[in-house]
């Protein structure tokens, strides 16, 4: 790989995002950029995520918001699964820590996200940071 022509891309990009006079326009600057540099690339989009629903953020086609769809109506794809991952590995250190089974420990994250109105993924993000509920 050219590294230095590399390094000189990202610059240029981290210069063209700063330029961006609002943030929709430099999420869409970011998506473009993504298919414009990164090889075998040909869409691109954020996907936000909230509780099951998905918003495709600045996609730079209809495949990318098809896929969002698609993942939120299936409940899984990349994003789905990188909750339930943040999740089972929050369970793995409960589990560890206090020396409980599977279904103890997700009672554990479930109760603390019910009591203190936290999401659990969110509840198992702060566990797997800290190493504690």
Same mark, same amino acid.
């Given at each position: 790989?050219?590294?230095?022509?590399?390094?000189q891309?990202?610059?240029?990009?981290?210069?063209?995002?700063?330029?961006?006079?609002?943030?929709?326009?430099?999420?869409?600057?970011?998506?473009?950029?993504?298919?414009? &540099?990164?090889?075998?690339?040909?869409?691109?989009?954020?996907?936000?995520?909230?509780?099951?629903?998905?918003?495709?953020?600045?996609?730079?086609?209809? &495949?990318?918001?098809?896929?969002?769809?698609?993942?939120? &109506?299936?409940?899984?794809?990349?994003?789905?699964?990188?909750?339930?991952?943040?999740?089972?590995?929050?369970?793995?250190?409960?589990?560890?820590?206090?020396?409980?089974?599977?279904?103890?420990?997700?009672?554990?994250?479930?109760?603390?996200?019910?009591?203190?109105?936290?999401?659990?993924?969110?509840?198992?993000?702060?566990v797997?940071e800290?190493?504690?509920?």
């Open positions: 790989m050219d590294w230095r022509g590399f390094a891309q990202m610059a240029s990009l981290a210069r063209d995002l700063l330029a961006q006079e609002t943030v929709e326009a430099t999420l869409e600057r970011s998506t473009a950029a993504a298919v414009e &540099l990164v090889e075998g690339c040909d869409e691109s989009g954020i996907l936000v995520l909230s509780g099951e629903k998905v918003h495709s953020l600045a996609p730079t086609g209809r &495949l990318v918001v098809d896929s969002d769809r698609l993942q939120e &109506l299936l409940g899984e794809g990349p994003c789905f699964d990188a909750a339930r991952h943040t999740v089972g590995e929050a369970m793995g250190i409960v589990m560890g820590s206090h020396h409980l089974t599977e279904e103890q420990a997700f009672d554990v994250l479930r109760r603390h996200s019910q009591e203190h109105n936290i999401k659990l993924r969110e509840v198992a993000r702060r797997c800290k190493g504690s509920v």
